[in-house]
């Protein structure tokens, strides 16, 4: 998939308020068509308010937002057949049998697949006799997944679907979503996935692109292997008497992407983004012993950005513009103690 096709969802200065208070602040966020993006961000940061105004589901209070082409607050019931929306929950008629659901649920949809449904029924160890009702809150999520994803979206938007399922449903989950965003619609187009987790291993494992919420704003979108390459760690040691405050300003004066930088023991742990060349020979010459260069793993990098109360420093590698564009005025941050 080109790089240049249309965004499957484009939201431009999207900003809702609740009464006085700002929950999504001036979102510019195109989501590529043919991608999985994962959507993270600490609890309240605004992920389900921002995917509400993507479905239209919820007016802008400024801004506004094109999905599939469309304005979201316009979207017509054919523009919604092209889009799938679950939400953790995964509510079902408690009495209805699954085969039951498939039969009510293909009733209302011309693109209907009934071979994927009973597919996912089957990868979730689902009887289709079973009721609703019956079913383990696992067996539910896999249920609703098999009646989205059999519908034939072109895109598929998914808030928390994997909140409160144990690691086998997670597993089914992850498979499934994996498969389907690998093939193309009945019509051809590539299929797009927005999901909006806490679970960074699964992000891991499906998303080509990563967002980050902090605070109703977005602080970095970019791809998961640009994330990785341009986020580090290190481990300075230091003296036990080291000054917090000084210490700080002096790692700020040789990168200005430092994310993070905790005390903990005897070394300062360094989270940093876009880390000049020589930035492990700089920080020996502030070390009171060694620098240590950490392998360290998504769910790390993630934590250090999300750790700070307020946005810090930011990439967002997918403008409207296709560039680049580093963001280092919310760069604050603060050498915390923890020992
Ligand atoms: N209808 C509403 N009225 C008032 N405040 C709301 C409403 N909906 C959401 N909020 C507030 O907006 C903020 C953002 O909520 P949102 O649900 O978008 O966050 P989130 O990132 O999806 O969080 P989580 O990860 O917990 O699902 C929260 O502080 C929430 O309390």
């Known amino acids: 998939m080109s790089d240049t096709a249309a965004p499957a969802i484009s939201a431009t200065g999207l900003t809702r308020y609740f009464d006085l208070r700002c929950v999504v602040n001036q979102l510019d966020f195109d989501v590529p068509a043919g991608k999985v993006t994962a959507l993270l961000g600490l609890n309240g940061a605004g992920k389900t308010t921002s995917i509400r105004m993507m479905m239209g589901l919820l007016a802008p209070t400024r801004g506004r937002c094109k999905t599939l082409g469309v304005d979201s607050q316009s979207l017509s019931p054919e523009n919604r057949r092209r889009i799938g929306y679950l939400v953790e929950g995964h509510y079902l008629y408690p009495w209805m049998r699954v085969s039951e659901i498939a039969k009510f649920t293909r009733s209302f949809n011309d ?69 389907f965003a690998g093939q193309t619609t009945r019509d051809g187009q590539p299929r797009t996935v927005l999901l909006s987790t806490h679970l960074i291993d699964d992000v891991e494992r499906i998303a080509d692109e990563i967002a980050v919420m902090i605070a109703g704003r977005l602080l970095i979108h970019t791809s998961l292997a640009d994330f990785q390459i341009r986020v580090d ?24 992407g430092i ?39 998504l769910d790390d990098l993630v934590v250090a950005y999300l750790s700070r109360e307020r946005a810090e420093h930011s990439f967002v590698t997918r403008t409207h513009h296709g560039k680049d564009c580093i963001d280092n005025d919310f760069l604050v941050s603060t050498l915390e103690r923890s020992r």
């Open 111 to 179: 693109h209907w697949d009934q071979q994927r449904f009973a597919e996912i029924v089957a990868h979730f160890a689902i009887d289709a006799r079973q009721r609703a009702g019956e079913l383990s809150r696992g067996q539910r999520a896999g249920v609703s997944l098999a009646a989205t994803l059999a519908a034939d979206p072109e895109l598929l938007i998914m808030d928390d679907p994997a909140l409160g399922l144990d690691p086998v449903s997670r597993r089914s989950l992850n498979e499934t979503l994996i498969d």
């Open 233 to 256: 760690r290190y481990a300075m040691e230091v003296s036990p008497d080291e000054d917090p405050a000084a210490l700080l300003s002096k790692l700020q004066a040789i990168a200005s």
């Open 259 to 297: 994310i993070e930088a905790r005390m903990v023991g005897k070394h300062v742990l360094i989270c940093v983004a876009d880390a000049p060349n020589d930035f492990a020979e700089k920080l020996k010459s502030l070390a009171h012993g060694d620098v240590e260069r950490l392998t360290t793993s």
